[in-house]
Structure formats: structure tokens, C-alpha cells
């Protein structure tokens, strides 16, 4: 079954500092979903990579697929304390017999200090 | 557009009972997925509807069950409540079966 591992597990960085979080999949991805979480709460959508070399910007997050689509990064420049949250990368592995199912790894837990 | 609601957000239980949750997706939307989130196994997938019909199902028992009415809204069920079963209840609406999946804030059951 698919497996989704992400690292680091938790990160914690400076205000105005850059970072990088990774999520690897034991197989083949038809669709990479990245998300945001607060505590206890909802999810809230960042991202979708479909196409092996897809990148994608919004604000200060950029998200890229690698060609092989088994590998996906999430980078966000110059860290606010807004981007504090659990981010949690989604995989469709299935493609159109998916059906609403999503995949997602374990999370990474980042804390921006002021 | 609203986003996709949750009834009611929190939920207290206890053992043996039985719960009925709501979910109303963003509107045009017509497939509705639920997920259990807990800190041991993280975010698992319960079982997806699209036009009344759950296409879909995770690997939890028969206790979980839901359904989606012709308006596309939809209520999940757990019956014979367990410790095991508190957790962050989340659904998700999408417009088909792959694409962005846009979440709900979550109903918080709590199970005692």
C-alpha cells in the first residue's frame, strides 16, 4: 500500500529564515496534495503537483514534483510566523480509481520563532 | 463560496453509544470523503460519496457508515462507540473523483 514519509518530523526556524520540507512516496504518484493544518483544526489546501518536474509558487511556498513523481518539496522563503503549522503532504496513488482517497504522511510540524 | 461545514465541532460520548456527524460541501461540489485524524495513526481515510453512492471505503470496521443525500450533503455514523474511536473527524468536498480536495473544519469526538 502506499506510504508517505516525510522529514523532518518537526523544524523549528527563525523568523526570515528559509526551509525545506520533503515528502517521499513508496510509489509511483498520480497527484501530490500539500496541505497546512493548525492544531485541531481543518486542512487548508497550499498545493497539487501532477506532472514529474511540476513546480508550483504561491506567496513564499514553492512546492516541486520530481521527474520519477516519487519525490515532492515543499520551500518557503523567508519564514513568517504565520507559516507556523503542521504541514502535511496528500498523494493520490491511484489516479482516476482513487475516488476520493487520499494518502498522507505523518505531517511536519514547524515553529517560526519571532 | 462557503467552505465546507462541520456539525457540530465537538462532540463529547460515551462508550457504547452512537454518533451521527454532518458535513455540507462547498456548493457544485459532489464528492464528499471523510478522514479520521488521531495523533498514534494520523489521517485515514473513511470512505468517499459521489451522487448518493460510496465508491469508495477505507479499512475500518462496519461500525463506521455514512451516506450522502441528492443535495450532496453528507453524515457519517459510529455506532457502539470505543475509547479508540475519539479523534478529529474531517471531511473533504471535491468537484470530481481526483483533484483538490477542500477540507472542513472537523468535529472533535470525544469518547469517555
Known amino acids: 500500500s502506499q506510504e508517505l514519509e516525510q522529514s523532518p518530523q518537526s523544524l523549528i526556524v527563525q523568523e526570515g529564515k528559509n526551509l525545506t520540507i520533503n515528502c517521499t512516496s513508496s510509489k509511483t504518484l498520480y497527484g501530490l496534495y500539500w496541505y497546512k493544518q493548525k492544531y485541531g483544526e481543518g486542512l487548508i489546501f497550499l498545493m497539487m503537483l501532477q506532472k514529474g518536474g511540476e513546480e508550483k509558487s504561491h506567496e513564499k511556498i514553492t512546492a516541486k514534483l520530481d521527474e520519477k513523481k516519487q519525490q515532492s518539496s515543499l520551500h518557503i522563503t523567508a519564514s513568517q510566523p504565520s507559516h507556523a503549522g503542521i504541514y502535511l503532504c496528500g498523494a493520490d496513488d491511484a489516479g482516476g480509481t482513487s475516488y476520493g482517497k487520499l494518502t498522507f504522511g505523518q505531517g511536519t510540524i514547524l515553529t517560526v520563532h519571532p | 463560496k462557503a467552505g465546507v461545514t462541520q456539525t457540530p465541532r465537538y462532540l463529547i460520548k460515551t462508550r457504547g453509544q452512537q454518533v451521527t456527524l454532518s458535513c455540507s460541501p462547498i456548493?457544485?461540489?459532489?464528492?464528499v470523503s471523510w478522514y479520521q485524524q488521531t495523533p498514534g495513526q494520523g489521517l485515514q481515510f473513511l470512505f468517499e460519496y459521489f451522487s448518493e453512492t460510496q465508491r469508495n471505503k477505507g479499512n475500518f470496521p462496519g461500525r463506521f457508515s455514512g451516506r450522502q443525500f441528492s443535495n450532496s450533503r453528507s453524515e457519517m455514523n459510529v455506532s457502539t462507540l470505543e475509547l479508540g474511536d475519539s479523534a478529529l473527524y474531517l471531511c473533504?468536498?471535491?468537484?470530481?473523483?481526483?483533484?483538490?480536495?477542500?477540507f472542513g473544519p472537523g468535529t472533535r469526538l470525544t469518547v469517555l
Open positions: 473533504a468536498s471535491s468537484r470530481g473523483p481526483i483533484g483538490e480536495q477542500f
Open positions: 456548493s457544485g461540489h459532489r464528492s
